[in-house]
């Protein structure tokens, strides 16, 4: 074999991985007794940096040893401090659960990066997209094997259930003043399809809320600050679920 006829085995080889299927998000958090979906998350806008020297090789592989059902991770730079790179880190640090691809994403062109880097599901957030833009990119992220987390905030944006996404979340915080209110996901719970598997994300800092949110109908919890600002978000995580399952 030639150095090309090597270099184009090998290229297949890279191609298969990319193309094989990723675990579920949906399912992760069907089966899971906890459904926290553990997020790395260095910086936030409102905040400025949470932990600014986390790395994507150690945190998200703890929150997968201590008990996550799923995990995100940001992958914005300018104000979350993220990269996409930071999810192929987690995989190559042996990272094998359910990975949320969260952006703002708004162009094919993000899909096709989450893609690659590894993820499993991605953001679409419907403050960010017309219905139809929305309806566009949840379609292409399907064909490129990802689920879509379709993050909803107020009433006016629930009509983008109709849409059927693999999950529907609600964000608790307002991505206009950044203030969060967790009676958010109580009020639109009821709102949304009976069917959907629902996501309630940001603000979560207690295990009795996700008891709590359960009883209402979500199946996933999305918590990122309340492990972050710890000097062990893993060992945090752990804490948090062992107060669960009490």
């Not at 150690?58 to 401090?81: C, H, R, V």
């Amino acid at each position: 074999m030639d150095i090309l006829q090597e270099i184009v085995a090998h290229k297949r080889e890279e191609l298969e991985l990319l193309c094989a299927k990723k675990p579920s998000l949906r399912e992760a958090l069907l089966q899971s007794n906890t459904g926290i979906i553990a997020e790395f998350k260095r910086r936030s806008p409102s905040k400025g940096w949470i932990k600014e020297e986390g790395r994507a090789d150690i945190i998200p592989l703890s929150y997968q040893k201590n008990g996550a059902a799923a995990l995100s991770i940001l992958t914005d730079e300018k104000y979350f401090g993220g990269k996409d790179e930071f999810i192929r880190m987690a995989r190559q640090s042996g990272v094998t659960l359910p990975v949320l691809y969260k952006n703002f994403v708004i162009n094919e062109a993000q899909l096709y990066a989450a893609a690659l880097c590894g993820a499993s599901a991605v953001l679409l957030i419907a403050a960010c997209l017309s219905k139809q833009e929305c309806k566009t990119l949840l379609h292409k992220a399907h064909d490129l094997g990802l689920e879509v987390l379709l993050e909803m905030h107020g009433e006016k944006e629930l009509e983008y259930a109709e849409l059927e996404p693999d999950l529907c979340g609600i964000n608790n915080r307002n991505l206009g003043s950044f203030v969060t209110d967790v009676q958010n996901s109580f009020r639109l719970a009821e709102l949304l399809p009976k069917e959907a598997v629902k996501v309630s994300e940001s603000g979560i800092s207690n295990p009795q809320t996700i008891r709590d949110l359960r009883s209402v109908g979500f199946q996933g919890f999305l918590i990122g600050e309340t492990f972050m600002k710890t000097p062990d978000p893993g060992q945090a995580l752990n804490d948090f679920i062992s107060h669960l399952t009490r």
